[in-house]
């Protein structure tokens, strides 16, 4: 029985889907299964998967009858697969080699670690580095789930995860689709610890064929939803307008203005407020995280001098935050004003 299933979804992929093939096949890990389920494709994806099965008896295909989408078919992969780990990967995405090793190495080190991903490089359908990168900073365990509040912090072609918690789970969620991996991700996080290795050990490909891509407006929408359940937890039912200003926080499309800040702290606060009285989650990451965006927003504004000092210290939001981004802002707004 392999260590690592390794779940492939594929429709239409038989443009990149060798690429991220072989980039399993090149694994330093070798205790691993590879499922690939063509979701309905009219290309070459199944023949060119066969072709790789019938060479490395460790890859398996299957194939749906009719079309059921991402979430659905990677559920009925890991139905069919044995490893006590579960990793993803999507047919145009790419696993560097060892990328497995690592995260088996760390599951092995962290038994209460019930799924971990890692940084990934951005490409283009040439496979070339994109010009545009995501920005990948450490982050704590404990922000983790915090930051599944404002949006999806997981890429899904880095994550592991035990398939224990895929069981208590039940599965991807197909009503979200195409961002179950993110509704997945918040409940994981309710019930298991979660890790981002600082690494890059993978490639996601940007290109015009994306799933979420094709699916943007859609994905905006299971987005938000997702995004109002998760506040939800806090006992909070968000207003039209609640929501808006959370997305604007949550993509710091700040308005340099007085009355956002005041709407800002307001709902800032009251998050913070309710997660003290219903303990969702860790109360000091919740401040932390919070903390930092009320630090984002007033750095923006520091070229206001004492009027930006006196909009950020003049709410408790700045406490959790540690010295040096409390001195920081001074600084920045007397380096401002000694030029």
């Known amino acids: 029985m392999p260590k690592v299933s390794v779940i492939m979804p594929a429709y239409q992929a038989a443009q990149y889907i060798s690429e991220s093939v072989q980039s399993i096949v090149n694994q330093h890990f070798t205790d691993w299964e590879l499922i690939v389920i063509d979701d ?36 009925k992969a890991i139905e069919v697969s ?21 995260q088996v190495v760390f ?35 404990t922000h983790l789930p915090v930051f599944l509040l404002f949006g999806n912090a997981f890429a899904l072609s880095s994550v592991m995860m035990r398939r224990s918690v895929w069981e208590r789970l039940h599965g991807f969620p197909a009503a979200f689709e195409p961002c179950e991996d993110y509704a997945l991700w918040s409940e994981a996080a309710t ?42 937890k806090l006992c909070i039912a968000p ?17 340099l203005d007085n009355t956002f800040a005041q709407e ?3 709902w800032l606060a009251y998050l913070l407020h309710q997660n003290q009285k219903h303990r969702i989650y860790q109360q000091e990451a919740m ?6 965006i009320w630090y984002d927003y007033w750095q923006l504004r520091h070229k206001e001098g ?34």
């Open 107 to 141: 599951m092995q080190q962290n038994p209460s670690v019930g799924l971990v991903a890692h940084w990934l490089d951005i490409i283009d359908q040439n496979g070339l580095l994109h010009p545009l990168q995501w920005i990948w900073r450490r982050e704590k365990d």
């Open 191 to 232: 019930i298991t610890r979660l890790h981002i290795i600082p690494e890059k050990l993978g490639a996601r490909r940007e290109h015009n064929n994306n799933w979420t891509n094709r699916e943007s407006e859609k994905s905006r929408q299971q987005t938000e939803e997702i995004i109002r359940h998760n506040i939800g």
């Open 264 to 266: 800002a702290q307001k």
């Open 239 to 255: 207003a039209a307008n609640e929501l808006f200003l959370h997305q604007q926080l949550r993509h710091r499309q700040f308005a």
């Open 287 to 292: 401040a932390e995280v919070i903390g930092e």
């Open 82 to 102: 044995c490893g006590e780990l579960i990793a993803f990967l999507d047919a145009d995405d790419l696993a560097y080699p060892q990328r497995l090793q690592k």
């Open 306 to 339: 004492l009027a930006a000092l006196k909009g950020y210290f003049g709410s408790p939001l700045w406490r959790a935050n540690g010295i040096r981004k409390n001195l920081l802002l001074p600084a920045l707004v007397a380096k401002r004003f000694l030029k």
């Open 40 to 75: 309905g494709s009219r290309d070459d994806t199944a023949a060119i998967v066969s072709l790789w099965a019938d060479t490395d008896k460790r890859i398996r295909l299957i194939r749906n009858e009719k079309q059921a989408g991402a979430a659905q078919s990677r559920n």
